[in-house]
């Protein structure tokens, strides 16, 4: 599985959560934001996003974010 | 229960004893009401005591999220609560999307919460997974909406869902509303005042569970076609950028530009209306405000507060108590009127009733919330100031529906002329008039009729009756009406949104294909459309037997069609009492009731499987 460096612009964040959900339906097959690998926390005009150790920076949360806040670009050297 | 979609669980909470418990949702139920808004017509119907005062303390308040809410589809987080309402008399909905309040309580593993009884103390109710508890209240009474959010969302830890309402729903306003995420609104009606009159500050949930889809692979093909729909939508950028200024510039994008934090979203939108914007200078510098959209930060101007940022901090204070601003306005231009007539009298020592000052303005916000003074009978709502100041008082009253006062029409904050589904539906749907189109066309004014049979397919419209409401050059908004509800319950049973942005995307077929994805239940169009019409005949049968009548609760407001009142969606002529009165008969007449008095016939209810609700 090709992996990808995520890019994060937390302040483009809507707090859709789109991302969240995509990634524990890949990886859970449930649609769960605590199952999720990467963690979206809004609290109205600040929002942090993060990733958990289990990420495998498989860039589905970027290819889910509708308000270019998550990009993704191939890691160097992966195949 | 075991489909997809569904959490499988009601909650089932008895405030007055302080006992929870939880059962199993019913498979069949929730396969022929729906689920969502459908579902929770059905509980309140099941559970409700016929006969009761919206405020008694049996009367049954139900929660309800859709099967798709927290499923990622597109703009799928609604949630409904349904009651009796204390201004209208009426049982009504009140809906809101909201940053995670759905998402969280189907996680955590319910459906749908129905809640009866009242607290002996201020309560609220926390749900994390299958931990529920009621917990005692009195350090969150008398706090602000945002306040209790944020105290609530510290102690469960975010991501949380928080339902609260603010001092004036404690104090039983008769137009207090409750807070989804203190940024949606439940209400208009009253909601909030059910909620204080329960002694039920807020409810708090977390879920650390999930939802499964029934069919996966489906569930995929039809999310990416909707997706792929979205994306390469046009205006895609613009609606997210702009939210609803898109289509309301009440503002400029520079000044919009100036205040904007950042957009917000109920849980998997891909459009976004929602705000959040800091004041950038001035006397409130600073203030931020998260809202569901800036527009409504600029109701006050309508009203006679002059300077943005002022309008901004008075919206601000009114969420804070968890007052509706259409009504609180309405009330204040007409106390305001009546003490010109010298009908009423304030004592001295009351503020003055001005609503081009802001201090002014915040004084009765308070004074109202807390029933201090005269802001006790204000308090009441229009039926209330009416009784206690008499027919005097009624004789400057202005339009109402059901006690309340319209959002939209002459002298109403919203202006709009055209006599649509929208207008119309302020007085057709049992719950009053409430902003919602139910994504009917009439929605933006003058939409030429040649747009409307594509968009009615889309609504799930039948072809025989496309005719019926299309006939030659003419437009029959009363019929359009009865399938403008109809779509408007799809959406709102499975817990899609409504507005017109995202509506656009979806089309009753889908519907259909998408609810049997994800909930395994089989279902194609017709099915779907049977279990509308239950479901919408439901929510009249019961209103009638709390005694509902066209003459009282669906009467027009005669004012309506005064002067400078309403005029035909098509024409642009000036429209006639009768006329709209046709129009009704043609919105019962499409339903299958009575064309004089819109009760449901024996027959129509012995199809939909509604025959012991006669």
Same mark, same amino acid.
């Not at chain 2, 019913?26 to 689920?35: K, S, V």
């Not at chain 2, 969502?36 to 059905?42: A, N, P, Q």
């Not at chain 2, 009439?442 to 030429?448: I, N």
């Given at each position: 599985?090709?992996? #990808?460096?995520?890019?994060?612009?937390?302040?483009?964040?809507?707090?859709?959560?789109?991302?969240?959900?995509?990634?524990?339906?890949?990886?859970?097959?449930?649609?769960?934001?605590?199952?999720?690998?990467?963690?979206?926390?809004?609290?109205?005009?600040?929002?942090?996003?993060?990733?958990?150790?289990?990420?495998?920076?498989?860039?589905?949360?970027?290819?889910?974010?509708?308000?270019?806040?998550?990009?993704?670009?191939?890691?160097?050297?992966?195949? | 229960?075991?489909?997809?979609?569904?959490?499988?669980?009601?909650?089932?909470?008895?405030?007055?004893?302080?006992?929870?418990?939880?059962? @199993?949702?019913?498979?069949? *139920?929730?396969?022929? /009401?729906?689920?969502?808004?459908?579902?929770?017509?059905?509980?309140?119907?099941?559970?409700?005591?016929?006969?009761?005062?919206?405020?008694?303390?049996?009367?049954?308040?139900?929660?309800?999220?859709?099967?798709?809410?927290?499923?990622?589809?597109?703009?799928?987080?609604?949630?409904?609560?349904?009651?009796?309402?204390?201004?209208?008399?009426?049982?009504?909905?009140?809906?809101?999307?909201?940053?995670?309040?759905?998402?969280? *309580?189907?996680?955590?593993?319910?459906?749908?919460?129905?809640?009866?009884?009242?607290?002996?103390?201020?309560? #609220?109710?926390?749900?994390?997974?299958?931990?529920?508890?009621?917990?005692?209240?009195?350090?969150?009474?008398?706090?602000?909406?945002?306040? %209790? /959010?944020?105290?609530?969302?510290?102690?469960?830890?975010?991501?949380?869902?928080?339902?609260?309402?603010?001092?004036?729903?404690?104090?039983?306003?008769?137009?207090?509303?409750?807070?989804?995420?203190?940024?949606?609104?439940?209400?208009?009606?009253?909601?909030?005042?059910?909620?204080? +009159?329960?002694?039920?500050?807020?409810?708090?949930?977390?879920?650390?569970?999930?939802?499964?889809?029934?069919?996966?692979?489906?569930?995929?093909?039809?999310?990416?076609?909707?997706?792929?729909?979205?994306?390469?939508?046009?205006?895609? =950028?613009?609606?997210?950028?702009?939210?609803?200024?898109?289509?309301?510039?009440?503002?400029? @994008?520079?000044?919009?530009?100036?205040?904007?934090?950042?957009?917000?979203?109920?849980?998997?939108?891909?459009?976004?209306? =929602?705000?959040?914007?800091?004041?950038?200078?001035?006397?409130?510098?600073?203030?931020? =405000?998260?809202?569901? +959209?800036?527009?409504?930060?600029?109701?006050?101007?309508?009203?006679?507060?002059?300077?943005?940022?002022?309008?901004?901090?008075?919206?601000?204070?009114?969420?804070?108590?968890?007052?509706? %601003?259409?009504?609180?306005?309405?009330?204040?231009?007409?106390?305001?009127?009546?003490?010109?007539?010298?009908?009423?009298?304030?004592?001295?020592?009351?503020?003055?009733?001005?609503?081009?000052?802001?201090?002014?303005?915040?004084?009765?916000?308070?004074?109202?919330?807390?029933?201090?003074?005269?802001?006790?009978?204000?308090?009441?709502?229009?039926?209330?100031?009416?009784?206690?100041?008499?027919?005097?008082?009624?004789?400057?009253? @202005?339009?109402?529906?059901?006690?309340?006062?319209?959002?939209?029409?002459?002298?109403?904050?919203?202006?709009?002329?055209?006599?649509?589904?929208?207008?119309?539906?302020?007085?057709?749907?049992?719950?009053?008039?409430?902003?919602?189109?139910?994504?009917?066309?009439?929605?933006?004014?003058?939409?030429?009729?040649?747009?409307?049979?594509?968009?009615?397919?889309?609504?799930?419209?039948?072809?025989?009756?496309? =005719?019926?409401?299309?006939?030659?050059?003419?437009?029959?908004?009363?019929?359009?009406?009865?399938? +403008?509800?109809?779509?408007?319950?799809?959406?709102?049973?499975?817990?899609?949104?409504?507005?017109?942005?995202?509506?656009?995307? /979806?089309?009753?077929?889908?519907?259909?294909?998408? #609810?049997?994805?994800?909930?395994?239940?089989?279902?194609?169009?017709?099915?779907?459309?049977?279990?509308?019409?239950?479901?919408?005949?439901?929510?009249?049968?019961?209103?009638?037997?709390?005694?509902?009548?066209?003459?009282?609760?669906?009467?027009?407001?005669?004012?309506?069609?005064?002067?400078?009142?309403?005029?035909?969606?098509?024409?642009?002529?000036?429209?006639?009492?009768?006329?709209? +009165?046709?129009?009704?008969?043609? #919105? /019962?007449?499409?339903?299958?009731?009575?064309?004089?008095?819109?009760?449901?016939?024996?027959?129509?209810?012995?199809?939909?499987?509604?025959?012991?609700?006669?």
């Amino acid at each position: 599985m090709a992996k #990808y460096d995520i890019t994060v612009a937390a302040d483009n964040c809507t707090g859709c959560l789109r991302c969240e959900l995509a990634c524990s339906d890949a990886y859970a097959k449930t649609f769960s934001t605590a199952s999720a690998r990467i963690r979206v926390v809004m609290t109205g005009p600040d929002c942090e996003i993060s990733f958990t150790d289990e990420c495998v920076e498989c860039g589905i949360c970027a290819d889910n974010c509708l308000y270019d806040t998550l990009s993704k670009e191939r890691k160097e050297g992966d195949r | 229960m075991s489909v997809g979609g569904f959490a499988g669980q009601v909650l089932f909470v008895d405030l007055s004893k302080g006992r929870t418990r939880v059962e @199993p949702l019913d498979p069949a *139920l929730a396969e022929q /009401y729906i689920g969502g808004l459908g579902l929770s017509l059905k509980l309140v119907k099941d559970y409700i005591r016929p006969g009761l005062d919206a405020l008694d303390p049996d009367a049954v308040v139900v929660l309800g999220a859709g099967p798709l809410v927290g499923t990622g589809l597109p703009s799928t987080s609604r949630v409904y609560s349904i009651c009796k309402l204390p201004t209208s008399g009426t049982i009504g909905w009140c809906g809101a999307g909201g940053f995670n309040f759905g998402a969280m *309580l189907k996680y955590a593993g319910f459906d749908h919460v129905v809640i009866t009884g009242r607290a002996e103390k201020p309560v #609220y109710l926390e749900i994390v997974d299958d931990r529920v508890e009621l917990r005692g209240a009195e350090d969150l009474w008398g706090l602000s909406v945002d306040a %209790a /959010y944020e105290v609530l969302c510290q102690r469960l830890g975010r991501p949380a869902g928080v339902m609260s309402i603010g001092p004036a729903g404690e104090n039983r306003v008769a137009y207090s509303m409750a807070f989804i995420d203190r940024i949606s609104t439940l209400g208009r009606g009253g909601f909030g005042a059910v909620m204080g +009159s329960k002694n039920l500050k807020a409810v708090a949930v977390k879920g650390g569970g999930g939802v499964r889809v029934a069919d996966r692979k489906r569930y995929r093909e039809l999310a990416a076609g909707l997706m792929e729909k979205i994306g390469s939508w046009p205006h895609l =950028k613009e609606a997210q950028t702009a939210g609803l200024i898109k289509s309301f510039p009440v503002i400029s @994008p520079e000044d919009y530009r100036r205040m904007k934090k950042r957009r917000a979203a109920c849980v998997s939108c891909p459009i976004g209306c =929602k705000d959040v914007i800091e004041v950038p200078d001035g006397e409130f510098a600073g203030l931020v =405000k998260c809202t569901s +959209s800036v527009i409504n930060l600029y109701t006050p101007l309508l009203y006679g507060i002059q300077d943005y940022r002022e309008s901004i901090r008075c919206m601000a204070t009114l969420d804070e108590y968890g007052l509706d %601003a259409f009504e609180f306005f309405g009330i204040m231009t007409f106390v305001r009127t009546l003490i010109e007539e010298g009908i009423v009298t304030p004592d001295r020592s009351e503020p003055e009733v001005r609503l081009d000052s802001l201090a002014l303005v915040e004084a009765w916000v308070e004074r109202i919330s807390r029933r201090q003074g005269l802001g006790d009978v204000l308090a009441g709502g229009f039926r209330k100031i009416i009784e206690t100041f008499g027919p005097d008082a009624a004789r400057f009253a @202005p339009a109402l529906v059901k006690g309340m006062h319209p959002y939209a029409g002459p002298g109403s904050a919203l202006a709009w002329d055209l006599f649509g589904t929208m207008e119309l539906g302020q007085v057709l749907d049992p719950r009053g008039p409430h902003v919602g189109s139910g994504g009917s066309p009439t929605y933006f004014a003058r939409r030429p009729l040649e747009a409307f049979p594509g968009h009615l397919q889309r609504m799930g419209v039948p072809e025989e009756a496309i =005719k019926r409401i299309l006939p030659g050059e003419d437009l029959k908004v009363g019929a359009l009406l009865r399938y +403008s509800h109809a779509w408007f319950t799809i959406l709102g049973s499975l817990g899609a949104c409504a507005r017109a942005n995202i509506n656009r995307f /979806y089309n009753a077929d889908l519907c259909a294909r998408l #609810y049997e994805a994800v909930t395994g239940i089989e279902t194609d169009l017709a099915a779907l459309r049977h279990r509308v019409d239950r479901v919408w005949t439901l929510y009249r049968m019961m209103n009638l037997r709390e005694g509902f009548q066209r003459s009282v609760e669906e009467a027009l407001p005669e004012r309506w069609f005064r002067e400078a009142g309403f005029k035909d969606y098509v024409t642009g002529q000036a429209l006639s009492l009768a006329e709209a +009165s046709g129009m009704i008969e043609d #919105y /019962y007449d499409e339903w299958g009731w009575d064309k004089q008095t819109g009760v449901p016939s024996a027959e129509e209810l012995g199809r939909l499987g509604l025959a012991d609700t006669a």
